[in-house]
């Protein structure tokens, strides 16, 4: 049984740092693009960042892009979302994701093979 657990999400203030962890299980870690997304209150579930099984390629939202950093730790099995200098407009449920298959759909939550159940981040003004 495939399992993503996320873990790290909290109440911080505008401006400061949180990591986001995802450590799986039931899978071959090492065979998944791995994936950040995340959830606000009455919105829909949009792409935050992204990171390639083969090659560490990234990507990233463009909302986040230059203040979150993702990276993989295949002995570990475990993904991490760095987020710096984060402002209340981060508030939201962070999923983690796992696709196995095409890397150039990675940004589309459709296209995600397994999702963690989240974690919620709030930033305070």
């Known amino acids: 049984q495939v399992q993503l657990v996320e873990s790290g999400g909290g109440l911080v203030q505008a401006g400061d740092s949180l990591r986001l962890s995802c450590a799986a299980s039931?899978?071959?870690?090492?065979?998944?693009?791995m994936g950040w997304f995340r959830q606000a209150p009455g919105k829909e579930r949009e792409f935050v960042a992204a990171i390639n099984r083969d090659n560490g390629n990234t990507v990233y939202a463009d909302s986040v892009k230059g203040r979150f950093t993702i990276h993989r730790e295949n002995a570990k099995n475990t993904v991490y979302l760095q987020m710096n200098s984060v402002k209340p407009e981060d508030t939201a449920v962070y999923y983690c994701?796992?696709?196995?298959?095409?890397?150039?759909?990675?940004?589309?939550?459709?296209?995600?093979?397994?999702w963690g159940k989240g974690t919620l981040v709030t930033v305070s003004s």
């Open positions: 039931g899978l071959t870690f090492s065979n998944y693009h």
């Open positions: 994701a796992a696709e196995w298959g095409s890397w150039f759909r990675i940004t589309a939550a459709g296209n995600m093979d397994y």
